[in-house]
């Protein structure tokens, strides 16, 4: 390695560390600030819906290390006659739907930031099941944590859902073309889509279509 690549990484791991750093710092911060929002949230999840407020499931992180990934709860646990829950659209609550459209739901995410499960930005979490069934390519997405909003969610959010190989493109050019003005870019531009009330349905959830694995290349 020359001089000049080694300058190089020692920044990129010096940039790496403050965004550490600054992730629990943030997260810590708004925790204490956003706590009575939580608790508010957490009470009319509780009357709406009862029992589980918060919805926890394995998630792969960096490396595709599973975490237990954390969101307030959106669907009831309502049943068919055959004791089979019911499909995810006749489960959405309106208040669950309103959770979804604020962002809400994301909060607890959070306490995943604070633990250093997740960051404030990067590809967001999917299912554990989807690990095998990516490409070489578009599991590249694991080299960084992942976040609570990304590359991917400021650059089409609802809009992508199904297209797959577009998601991971996008993620895949955040890892490659990370810094810190990056994440800062895609904190702010996320806020101003939350204040808009666009949908943010995230590729993972329950509502999501399922990845099936790759039609093509990314």
């Known amino acids: 390695m020359n001089a000049k690549n080694f300058q190089g990484a ?23 600030i ?14 709406y819906m009862g029992n589980p407020i918060v919805f ?3 998630r792969p992180g960096k490396d595709g290390r599973i975490f237990t990934f954390y969101k307030f709860r959106t669907m009831t646990d309502e049943l068919d006659k055959e004791g089979n829950l019911l499909p995810d659209e006749q489960r959405l609550t309106a208040f669950g739907q309103f959770l979804r459209e604020t962002s809400l739901d994301e909060l607890p995410q959070l306490w995943n930031v604070l633990k250093g499960d997740m960051s404030l930005v990067g ?13 070489p390519e578009q599991a590249r997405r694991h080299h960084v944590q992942p976040g609570i909003t990304g590359w ?6 609802r809009l992508l859902d199904g297209c797959w190989e577009e998601k991971f493109r996008l993620d895949i050019w955040y890892v490659d073309n990370w810094s810190l003005w990056l994440d800062l870019k895609i904190l ?8 808009k009330k666009e949908n943010i349905s995230q590729e993972g959830y329950a509502t999501g279509e399922e990845f099936q694995g790759s039609t093509g290349k990314v």
Not at 10 to 32: G, P, T, Y
Not at 34 to 47: D, E, G
Not at 152 to 157: L, T, V, W
Request: hydrophobic letters at 55%.
């Open 123 to 135: 590809p967001r979490p999917l299912l554990v099941q989807y690990l095998d069934r990516y490409t």
């Open 34 to 47: 956003v706590l009575p929002v939580l608790l508010l949230v957490a009470i009319a999840i509780y009357i």
């Open 152 to 157: 991917a969610q400021i650059n089409g959010r």
């Open 56 to 58: 926890s499931q394995p």
């Open 10 to 32: 020692n920044f990129k791991n010096s940039s790496r560390f403050i965004k550490s750093v600054l992730d629990r710092l943030i997260a810590a911060i708004a925790l204490i």
């Open 188 to 195: 702010v531009l996320t806020v101003f889509k939350v204040l």
